[in-house]
């Protein structure tokens, strides 16, 4: 390598330096093109090596903007070279070097993927210089190309994605005010398994469930999105209670296959007739009961998590006595376990209901949003959990 990075007198402000690997095996021709780099004006560090086996542990592990490859090296010739180099470094820009007699060398070599050739014998430094910067802008605008379609890709199926876990309520002739809200842990990364759902079924009553899929990522996302689905049939089609928590589960363990996923949930039967809302937890904590007084968990009995121990099939269930009109809010672990504002301490049930008695009067889409935006204030980017977040209101308000 030609030591620190080279410095002309006419380089031109602003110029990047360009970190280019020559793979040659003519001692000569290297030469040659290392004084017309040197005439070229571009600053640079040059590695040379005589064969692409030489050149693996470069590529491995030294970042390198351009390669300029001789096509007649000792262990690879022609457009193999070309495929070579390219599955070993794919983001880099890959100029070839021909010689007088290969007419046709050079396209050939660029329709296997290389950005630009040059015949040896007439390359000029002004000509290199123009050669080695529109290969790299190519590249990185090629590079730049593909990942912004992957996000767009990923963006798209993340929103797919999104919609199952987050699904619109079905409501006839209810009169519960359904607020509901989703959000990923992370910034641009797949969703996580939580998932919720609300449906008013043919007896009148509303029936509510919220769920978190261990682990984050597209399995997650997807044994959510299948648990949400089949949570919705199964209800409409009259399964209630353990009944239904037993299909749920035998539909997770199916779907999980050889992951080790496991998934909490709570079942909500609202009655608002008899006053009266029925819940089976399995795996997962309490609501929070709001009504004029204030805001409270629920006392309730606790079933095992889905996928934990398939053959109990015990989720006990508690009867809540409901006001006139309140609240009850369903939701994930996200809410509770992010930081409280110190360097150690986590929220927790306490310190959310702390939080909520400090919150001004609002109507109940505006409450859950001022909710995740104060406990996210507080952890201050701490915590990376996805959040479910699902809130029933009756009555008079």
Known sequence: ????????????????????????????????????????????????RPSLADARADLATDPVDCILLDLHLPDVSGTAAVTTVRSLAPQTAVI?????????????????????????????????????????????????GAEAQAARLRAGENARLERGLLPQPILDTSTVRVTSRYLPGRELALLGGDFLD???CDDGLLRAVVGDVSGH?????????????????????????????????????????DHPLFATCALLTLDEKARTATLHLAGHHEPLLTTREGTQEVSAAHGIALGIAPDQRH???????????????LYTDGLTEGHNGTVDGRLGV?????????LPPADPATHVDRLIKETHALNAGRHSDDLAVLRLDWGVG
């Open 1 to 48: 390598m030609t030591g620190s990075p080279t410095t002309l007198p006419d380089a031109r402000p602003g110029e990047p330096v360009y970190r280019i690997l020559l793979i040659e095996d003519d001692e000569g021709d290297t030469l040659i093109v290392e004084e017309l780099l040197h005439d070229t004006g571009l600053r640079f560090e040059l590695t040379t």
């Open 96 to 144: 070839v070097l021909t010689g007088l007699s290969e007419a046709q060398a050079g396209p050939e070599a660029m329709a296997a993927g290389a950005q630009d050739y040059l015949v040896k014998g007439k390359v000029e430094a002004e000509l290199l210089r123009r050669t080695v910067r529109y290969a790299v802008y190519r590249s990185k605008t090629e590079r730049a």
């Open 198 to 200: 609300v449906v008013e």
């Open 217 to 257: 990522g597209p399995d997650a996302a997807a044994l959510g999105v299948c648990l949400r689905i089949a949570w919705r049939s199964l209800v409409l089609g009259g399964h209630r209670g353990p009944d239904l928590l037993h299909l749920m589960e035998r539909i997770l363990v199916a779907e999980r296959g």
């Open 315 to 329: 989720w006990p269930a508690t009867v809540i006595p409901l006001p006139a009109d309140g609240a009850l809010t």
């Open 350 to 358: 306490e310190g959310l209901l702390a939080l909520i008695e400090q």
